[in-house]
């Protein structure tokens, strides 16, 4: 019997980072957990380019098309600011790279659509995209969304959510994109509770209707996008949610999710507690934040990322896709063209 040839093991993956703002932070300790090789970084202000790179041992650049020609990384993270999104990510396809999104997918519905486009293009050839809804991955709500899809909770009426956290005039001016419409694409509901929302349409299905108005309350001298909205939203299958999100509030409070059903009524804020109709009750702890980021950011970023290098093998897209992201996004702005009290510029509508 003749010898096998011996098979070649793939290459390991390595990454590239693009936006090295805050969040890229939490990306870069997580791809040093897993000792993926990090090969080059990039941002438009040389300064902070320079000093990730110099800790890292890297090159460094100012615009992301040298580094994906330069490097050709296996992985892309994109950190930029939300308008950058999009013709980072295109560019990021067509160089045949896997894409890693931090949220939004977008600033607009339009533009989304046309990543999404790109993404299902680019994964006929085997590139693979994710969206970083990261809080997916928090023990609480996986379990949560356990109870839910498996019926164990019985039909679900509906859920509320809210979002209460503080955002100064100082963070604003900070990173002065984050208050712009052309900058951010929206205020508290795409930049901050958009995590929410996706939780929302994840556990009780997509909406077949959004409602809501948005506003700036606390805020209006230093930015131009809202501080303040209120949702309703009708889901696939009947159940509705509502959501309240501001940043005027005096504390980053816990997010609060809480699921009213046939058969219990369940709630997470931190942990999840699940008290059942015949009074039995089930905890889920919420998990212990990460060494890198804000405390109430967790660790599900590395959890998310972790999951998906372990993916990139596999022929199926990965779970959190960009058209996850589309959904997000098109509520929100369903939200933006009911709030005619908001300075929104026309074009950012469609």
């Given at each position: 019997?003749?010898?096998?040839?011996?098979?070649?093991?793939?290459?390991?993956?390595?990454?590239?980072?693009?936006?090295?703002?805050?969040?890229?932070?939490?990306?870069?300790?997580?791809?040093?957990?897993?000792?993926?090789?990090?090969?080059?970084?990039?941002?438009?202000?040389?300064?902070?380019?320079?000093?990730?790179?110099?800790?890292?041992?890297?090159?460094?650049?100012?615009?992301?098309?040298?580094?994906?020609?330069a490097?050709?990384?296996?992985?892309?993270?994109?950190?930029?600011?939300?308008?950058?999104?999009?013709?980072?990510?295109?560019?990021?396809?067509?160089?045949?790279?896997?894409?890693?999104?931090?949220?939004?997918v977008?600033?607009?519905?339009?533009?989304?659509?046309?990543?999404?486009?790109?993404?299902?293009?680019?994964?006929?050839?085997?590139?693979?995209?994710?969206?970083?809804?990261?809080?997916?991955?928090?023990?609480?709500?996986?379990?949560?969304?356990?109870?839910?899809?498996?019926?164990?909770?019985?039909?679900?009426?509906g859920?509320?959510?809210?979002?209460?956290?503080?955002?100064?005039?100082?963070?604003?001016?900070?990173?002065?994109?984050?208050?712009?419409?052309?900058?951010?694409?929206?205020?508290?509901?795409?930049?901050?509770?958009?995590?929410?929302?996706?939780?929302?349409?994840?556990?009780?299905?997509?909406?077949?209707?959004?409602?809501?108005?948005?506003?700036?309350?606390?805020?209006?001298?230093?930015?131009?996008?809202?501080?303040?909205a209120?949702?309703?939203?009708?889901?696939?299958?009947?159940?509705s949610?509502?959501?309240?999100?501001?940043?005027?509030?005096?504390?980053?409070?816990?997010?609060?999710?809480?699921?009213?059903?046939?058969?219990?009524?369940?709630?997470?804020?931190?942990?999840?507690v699940?008290?059942?109709?015949?009074?039995?009750?089930?905890?889920?702890?919420?998990?212990?934040?990460?060494?890198?980021?804000?405390?109430y950011?967790?660790?599900?970023?590395?959890?998310?990322?972790?999951?998906?290098?372990?993916?990139?093998?596999?022929?199926?897209?990965?779970?959190?896709?960009?058209?996850?992201?589309?959904?997000?996004?098109?509520?929100?702005?369903?939200?933006?063209?009911?709030?005619?009290?908001?300075?929104?510029?026309?074009?950012?509508?469609?």
């Amino acid at each position: 019997m003749p010898t096998p040839e011996p098979t070649s093991s793939p290459e390991p993956p390595t990454a590239a980072i693009v936006g090295c703002g805050d969040i890229s932070a939490v990306h870069l300790e997580a791809l040093q957990d897993l000792q993926i090789d990090v090969v080059g970084v990039c941002d438009v202000d040389p300064e902070r380019a320079r000093t990730v790179a110099q800790r890292l041992d890297v090159p460094a650049f100012t615009d992301h098309r040298e580094l994906l020609a330069a490097t050709t990384p296996s992985v892309v993270h994109v950190c930029t600011p939300h308008a950058e999104h999009v013709p980072v990510a295109i560019d990021v396809l067509a160089a045949g790279a896997h894409l890693l999104l931090e949220k939004p997918v977008a600033d607009s519905p339009a533009q989304a659509r046309v990543l999404c486009d790109a993404a299902d293009a680019a994964a006929h050839q085997g590139v693979r995209s994710g969206v970083v809804y990261q809080n997916r991955y928090n023990p609480p709500n996986q379990r949560l969304h356990e109870l839910i899809t498996s019926g164990a909770l019985g039909r679900v009426h509906g859920a509320r959510a809210a979002v209460t956290w503080h955002r100064t005039a100082e963070y604003y001016a900070a990173r002065p994109w984050r208050g712009t419409w052309t900058g951010a694409g929206g205020g508290v509901l795409m930049n901050q509770a958009i995590h929410t929302l996706d939780l929302l349409l994840w556990m009780l299905g997509p909406a077949t209707a959004v409602r809501g108005q948005a506003a700036t309350h606390a805020l209006a001298e230093a930015i131009e996008v809202e501080d303040t909205a209120e949702l309703l939203i009708t889901h696939d299958g009947g159940a509705s949610s509502t959501m309240y999100a501001t940043n005027a509030y005096p504390v980053n409070a816990p997010v609060s999710v809480q699921v009213h059903a046939e058969l219990a009524t369940a709630t997470v804020a931190g942990d999840l507690v699940v008290a059942w109709n015949d009074g039995r009750s089930e905890t889920v702890a919420a998990q212990a934040p990460g060494s890198v980021g804000r405390a109430y950011w967790g660790d599900s970023h590395r959890i998310l990322i972790e999951d998906f290098y372990a993916r990139l093998g596999e022929e199926a897209p990965f779970w959190i896709s960009p058209r996850d992201g589309l959904a997000t996004v098109q509520a929100i702005h369903q939200v933006y063209d009911a709030s005619p009290a908001l300075r929104h510029p026309a074009d950012a509508r469609s």
